[in-house]
């Protein structure tokens, strides 16, 4: 049960962070409490976004995918993770820039002036759906984890409000700064227990070379890649779940709030930059400690899979620091969920509610953006109180689904041409795709939206999706005029100073 007092240690100091913030004064007006009032330093921001992104599906889930399937979950990390920090800083350089000049708060702000109030509340909509997912994910992870790590005595489901109560305390008192803050500190944690973890179950075995030959004599199949090989990487799964993490990653909310939160555009281009290869440093350790866990841990398989990070730390620390590796997951999980809530309910506050009642005041959307963040938790722990897909899946999904967006985004900030009834024909196509693929996996028993399909060239649906959403981006754009709101905005987006 010591693992349980460390993480309940670090919900509570969690909690009184954020009450600091409160106190502070940093959820005064809407500009705080929302995005710190693009205050911002390059550390806090830099290990802020890491930890808003390094989450339950990084320590639990890639350990996870790297025991059930082997190292092509390393190529999708390479694959992914290579240009992602290139492609942030192009998609959202100009986020920052207009976002600043424009106090601009929520995501749908760009597409609001952009191509009206239709996509204003359309993409933050879709994000949410999207979100829910890896959401569900990170707390599922935590759920199983505390179940594992208290050997039963704290049961999945009495598990799944632990830290979630936790989380939505701190973020309605603390808002964006105090988020940042934790984040900041519950980043620098985990990073030192992966490493610590990391080393210490290549120790079991001789190293790390001597570890993998080990692995390899039992289980080559974990080492095998190609569309013959392998226990599931083929080379169109490992192109399509690469893209899904790399390009959703760019259309989540973090991205939005941490550009408008960035105190100087060197600090956003620093952190955009850096992130892509500190990712794949750090979540490259997870999975390999997945893979050499088949030598430690036997048997687990699907869900089940999702407690190998918590029970290799168990059989290779001694009990106080395998307590510490396992809260440091728990603390890459508690960050990324309160990212992401946070970044919704402030999208929902700010890009639906407000267009409900545009005369709304701070004090009304902050209490408003405060209840959706307990509802958004609930809903969350409904989806996975019988959970049946594991943690990296379920993300994947989230990141695929949520991709479809980048379409419009790139159009408002690049494309001239781009058009109001454009963006939201390839907004709808997209999600609708990727829904459908999703209900006929479920009724066929596959899932349709990440494993390749032969009737679709051998592509996965959210491939599929997110070319049929590209092309009708693009084709309707071109058969339709520009309204006023389009035409208006391209002296705003197409300012020769953002070329600068």
């Not at 989230?398 to 408002?412: H, N, Y």
Request: aromatic residues 14%.
């Amino acid at each position: 049960m010591f693992a349980i007092a460390i993480i309940a240690g670090i919900c509570l100091t969690s909690v009184a962070v954020g009450y600091l913030a409160m106190r502070k004064g940093f959820t005064r007006s809407a500009d705080d409490y929302f995005v710190a009032g693009s205050s911002l330093g390059y550390f806090v921001l830099i290990f802020s976004m890491l930890a808003s992104f390094l989450s339950a599906f990084c320590m639990f889930g890639m350990s996870s995918l790297g025991y059930r399937t082997g190292f092509g979950a390393l190529f999708v990390l390479t694959v992914n993770l290579i240009p992602l920090g290139y492609l942030w800083y192009f998609m959202h350089r100009k986020t920052l820039l207009l976002g600043r000049a424009r106090k601009w708060i929520s995501m749908g702000a760009p597409f609001g002036e952009r191509y009206g109030n239709e996509m204003r509340a359309l993409v933050p909509l879709v994000v949410l759906v999207a979100s829910i997912p890896y959401l569900a994910a990170q707390i599922q992870g935590i759920g199983v984890m505390i179940e594992a790590m208290s050997e039963g005595k704290v049961p999945y489901k009495l598990g799944l409000f632990f830290v979630p109560a936790f989380i939505a305390l701190y973020l309605m008192m603390g808002g964006m700064k105090g988020a940042a803050w934790i984040n900041t500190f519950q980043g620098v944690f985990f990073t030192v227990m992966v490493f610590v973890l990391f080393f210490a179950v290549m120790a079991k075995n001789g190293g790390f070379r001597p570890t993998m030959d080990m692995v390899f004599e039992k289980h080559p199949e974990l080492f095998q890649l190609g569309t013959k090989g392998g226990k599931l990487w083929s080379y169109p799964m490992i192109f399509g779940f690469s893209a899904a993490m790399c390009l959703g990653c760019v259309c989540f909310p973090q991205p939005y709030m941490h550009a408008y939160s960035s105190r100087t555009v060197k600090g956003f281009k620093a952190m955009t930059l850096a992130f892509g290869g500190l990712c794949l440093v750090i979540i490259a350790m997870p999975t390999m400690i997945g893979i050499a866990a088949t030598e430690i841990v036997g048997g687990l398989s699907k869900v089940e899979a999702d407690k190998v990070y918590g029970l290799v730390a168990s059989a290779t620390l001694p009990d106080t620091i395998a307590a510490l590796a396992v809260a440091g997951g728990f603390a890459a999980a508690m960050t990324t969920v309160n990212s992401v809530v946070f970044g919704n309910a402030t999208n929902v506050a700010n890009d639906l509610y407000k267009l409900l009642r545009p005369k709304a005041q701070a004090k009304e959307l902050i209490g408003f953006a405060r209840a959706c963040v307990v509802a958004i938790m609930a809903v969350c722990v409904i989806l996975v109180w019988n959970p049946t897909t594991p943690v990296a899946e379920l993300s994947v999904i989230a990141f695929g689904t949520a991709a479809i967006t980048i379409f419009p985004l790139w159009g408002a900030y690049y494309w001239r041409r781009a058009t109001r009834i454009g963006a939201i024909a390839a907004t709808l196509v997209g999600f609708g795709a990727n829904a459908a693929f999703l209900v006929a996996g479920i009724i066929r028993g596959e899932n349709m939206v990440l494993s390749p399909q032969p009737f679709l060239l051998n592509l996965n649906g959210f491939l599929a999706s997110f070319i049929a959403a590209g092309i009708v981006f693009v084709g309707v754009s071109l058969m339709t005029k520009l309204g006023p709101v389009e035409k208006k905005s391209l002296a705003l987006f197409f300012h020769p100073a953002l070329e600068e």
